[in-house]
């Protein structure tokens, strides 16, 4: 049982490290079935409150985040990284839930007729080591991964 229990970290390990500066380049494409198991799939997004603090998160209050090498507001999440990080996709029409601003929830398209939502200039992710709501286990990751806030800027801070 040990050896499955270091085997399966070392194997987490590897997918993280997929998601750092390096493995960003390539097909910005998202697989089927790149979703979390249990997100939200109609697209809202609202302010729910964490350890960070309030942030953005999906209308079941699963947490959103931002990967600091789409500065640009197009995604660099590649099909290896879209595995940890799978996108918040949906239809054009996203809804600002309470506490956050229409204006700054927008979508960017993946691949034809596949829409990400975006808040600010941020295309939103889920992390797949989130087991539900209020959970923020992706903060910080690789020094790469964000919470996002209401005014659509990183969070950078622990929780």
Do not use: H
């Not at 049982?1 to 987490?12: D, K, N, Q, T, Y």
């Not at 997929?18 to 997100?39: D, I, L, M, Q, R």
């Not at 999906?58 to 947490?63: E, I, K, V």
């Not at 956050?100 to 992390?127: F, I, M, S």
């Amino acid at each position: 049982m040990r050896v499955s229990i270091v085997l399966a970290g070392v194997a987490l390990l590897g997918t993280l490290a997929a998601c750092g500066s390096t493995a960003t380049s390539g097909s910005a494409s998202a697989p089927e079935g790149s979703s979390p198991a249990s997100p939200a799939s109609s697209g809202d997004v609202k302010i729910g409150q964490s350890g960070l603090g309030p942030i953005l998160t999906d209308s079941s209050g699963r947490t959103l985040y931002a990967f600091a090498d789409d500065i640009s507001g197009t995604s660099t999440c590649g099909d290896d990284c879209l595995a940890t990080w799978p996108a918040l996709t949906g239809g054009k029409d996203f809804q600002a839930g309470a506490g956050t601003d229409q204006k700054l929830l927008t979508a960017t398209e993946r691949t034809p007729g596949v829409e990400q939502a975006k808040y600010g200039k941020w295309p939103l992710y889920y992390y797949v080591g989130d087991q539900g709501p209020g959970d923020v286990d992706g903060q910080g990751v690789d020094n790469l991964w964000f919470a996002v806030g209401a005014d659509g800027k990183l969070i950078k801070k622990t929780p």
